[in-house]
Structures are given as C-alpha cells and as structure tokens.
C-alpha cells in the first residue's frame, strides 16, 4: 500500500488535496487510483441517490394531493394541502436544480422515478393510513408532470 493510500484512510482531506496537486502537475502515476475511481463512483451514487430521495417525497405528496386531498377538504373546510403544496414546490426547485447540475441524470431519470415510486407508495400509505392499493401500482404521472410546477393531480373521491 502507498503513502497516498496510507492518508486515505487518515486524513481524507490531505488525501484529495495531495491527489489534486498531484493531477494539477500532470504526476498521473503517483494518483492514488483506486480510491480516486471509487470516490467518483460514489459521487455519482450520491447525486442519484439525492435525486431519488427527492422524488419520493415529492410523489408522494402528488399521492396524497390526488387520493387524500378531496376527503380532507370535504371534512375540514380549511385544509387547503397549503403544506402539501410547498413541499412539492420545495422538491420540485431541488430537483431541477440538481437535473441543472448534473445533467447526465436525465437519461436516467425514468429508471430513478420507478424506483422512487415505490417508495413513495408506503410514505404516502404511511402518512394517509390508507391501504397501499388505493395508489396505482405504477408511477401514474408522466415525466414532464412531475417536473412540471404548474401541475397537480385531479382529485379522486
């Protein structure tokens, strides 16, 4: 194991400062390689995951605004989904931010929403108390609904 390798695992910052110096003066052969491809393999995992956290709070929310909104304004006049509403605003900002940034997650991004979906399924039976099959079992809002802001599901009684 190198000196470079050694720091890794001590001091991670002096670590990715020395790796920079290191390609800034073109000394390619004394990179700690290794751990450079699996930091980069884990900043991508991380973008994805941060986006996929994301959609499943947002979707979720579209869940609750399409199946549980219309019982709660009926019971409660004031119960306006005004929370509900910014949260999807706030996930939707993040999420175009992160799309703007990162734009290789686009051609990933079906694959993402599928996955989030689920997850979103048991977050929103969670929180509303109502079976998970009262949600469609695939994701029922297309891509460019999600990440539109000017869209919200029609309520179901």
């Given at each position: 194991?190198?000196?470079?390798?050694?720091?890794?695992?001590?001091?991670?910052?002096?670590?990715?400062?020395?790796?920079?110096?290191?390609?800034?003066?073109?000394?390619?052969?004394?990179?700690?390689?290794?751990?450079?491809?699996?930091?980069?393999?884990?900043?991508?995992?991380?973008?994805?995951?941060?986006?996929?956290?994301?959609?499943?709070?947002?979707?979720?929310?579209?869940?609750?605004?399409?199946?549980?909104?219309?019982?709660?304004?009926?019971k409660w006049r004031e119960f306006d989904g005004r929370s509900w509403r910014s949260t999807?605003?706030?996930?939707?900002?993040?999420?175009?931010?992160?799309?703007?940034?990162?734009?290789?997650?686009?051609?990933?991004?079906?694959?993402?929403?599928?996955?989030?979906?689920?997850?979103?399924?048991?977050?929103?039976?969670?929180?509303?108390?109502?079976?998970?099959?009262?949600?469609?079992?695939?994701?029922?809002?297309?891509?460019?609904?999600?990440?539109?802001?000017?869209?919200?599901?029609?309520?179901?009684?």
């Amino acid at each position: 194991m190198t000196e470079l390798s050694n720091l890794y695992h001590i001091d991670y910052s002096a670590w990715a400062q020395r790796n920079a110096e290191l390609l800034r003066s073109g000394n390619y052969d004394a990179l700690d390689t290794a751990h450079l491809l699996e930091e980069l393999d884990d900043m991508g995992k991380s973008e994805q995951r941060e986006l996929e956290n994301r959609l499943t709070i947002l979707l979720a929310h579209l869940l609750k605004w399409e199946y549980q909104l219309p019982q709660l304004s009926d019971k409660w006049r004031e119960f306006d989904g005004r929370s509900w509403r910014s949260t999807i605003i706030e996930q939707r900002d993040r999420i175009a931010k992160r799309l703007k940034k990162t734009p290789g997650l686009k051609a990933i991004l079906a694959e993402i929403i599928a996955e989030a979906y689920a997850d979103a399924v048991t977050l929103a039976g969670k929180e509303t108390q109502l079976p998970g099959t009262t949600f469609p079992a695939a994701c029922p809002y297309r891509e460019s609904e999600i990440l539109d802001e000017d869209y919200y599901p029609v309520g179901h009684d």
